[in-house]
C-alpha cells in the first residue's frame, strides 16, 4: 500500500515537472508545432493567408550581361522583383528596361548618376530624380512611383518636394562587395522573413547566381515573390 503511495507521488512529480516544461518553453513548443505542420502540409503558417511574401529588389542596373541572365531565370521560375534603376544605364539599355516591364517587374528610380543626397544636395538631387523619371517614363509610358535613394540617403523635404514613395531595405547581403555566391545566399537565407525587403545588385554574375538560388530556396520554403508595392501596401 506504502509502495503504491509512494509510486504515485513519483508519477506526480513527474507530471508536475513535464507541465512545469511545457509552460517554460510553450513558445518552442508553439514553433515546433508551427515547424511540424510546415513539415507535413508544405505550406507556411505565416499571415492572414497564410503565405509568407518577400521582395527581392535589383539597384544600379541595367547591366548588359547580368541583367538579362537574371530576367531570364526569374522568368523560368514564373517570379516579380523591383529594379532600382539608373537613368544613366536606362538611356544605355533602354530595352531591358522595356523588358522589366513586360514580364511584370517594377521600374524604379535611383537617380541618374548614382548621387547621394547629402553630397550633392537637395536641388540637385531633385533634378536627378526628375530627369530619370522623364527618361523611365519615355520609356514605359507610365508614371514612375518608387524611389530608391542611393546609400539610403533620404529627407523628408525631398519627400515634400516629390511625389514618390522612397523605398529602402531589411536585408542587406552586401552582394556588391562579396564575390562568393555561396556567401550572399547564406546571408539572405538567415535573415529571410515575412515581408522582408531585400537589397541585391544586378551588376555581377555571383549576384544574378545568389538571387536566383535564394528564389529556388525560398519559393521551396512557401514564400511568394512580389514587387514592393505588395510589400509597402500590406
Ligand atoms: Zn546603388
Redesign the pocket.
Known sequence: MKKRIRRAGQRLWIYVLIIGLLFLFRTDIHYMLKEAIETVTGYAVTGEDGTKIIALTF??GPHPIYTPELLAGLKERGVTATF?VTGANATLYPELIEQMQEDGHIVGN?TYH?VQLSSVGEDIFLQELKETNRVLEEILGKEIEYV?P??GDWSKSIEQEIDMFPVLWDIDPLDWCSGSTAQIVKRVLDKAEDHAIILM?DEYATSVEAALQIVDELLEDGYEFVTVERILLQ
Open positions: 539597384d544600379d532600382f535611383h548614382h530608391r542611393p546609400f545588385h
